[in-house]
């Protein structure tokens, strides 16, 4: 199919939506990729400070974090059993 310029402002155009669904794709993969690193970050603090000493914990981290929508706060408050 040719794809004429003005597909880019045209809603119902098949170049459009599948520009569309990349970049809901990139916001989708961002978010996530923001989200595993904020965790890490977390980790890797609470690590520095001997709250975590065991790695249970970064497994239980990990749980949480591919098994739900919790925030890296929400998260580290579940595994530290402060919620």
């Known amino acids: 199919m040719k794809i004429n310029p003005t597909d880019l402002f045209d809603s119902s155009s098949l170049t459009n939506n599948k520009l ?7 916001r989708r993969l961002y978010a996530r990729a923001k989200r595993i690193a904020d965790t890490d970050h977390l980790l890797i603090h609470y690590i520095q400070q001997g709250r975590i000493t065991d790695t249970d914990d970064i497994d239980a981290a990990e749980a949480w974090l591919n098994h739900s929508d919790l925030e890296p706060e929400d998260i580290m408050a579940k595994v530290l059993d402060e919620d």
């Open 20 to 26: 569309k669904a990349l970049g809901d794709e990139y």
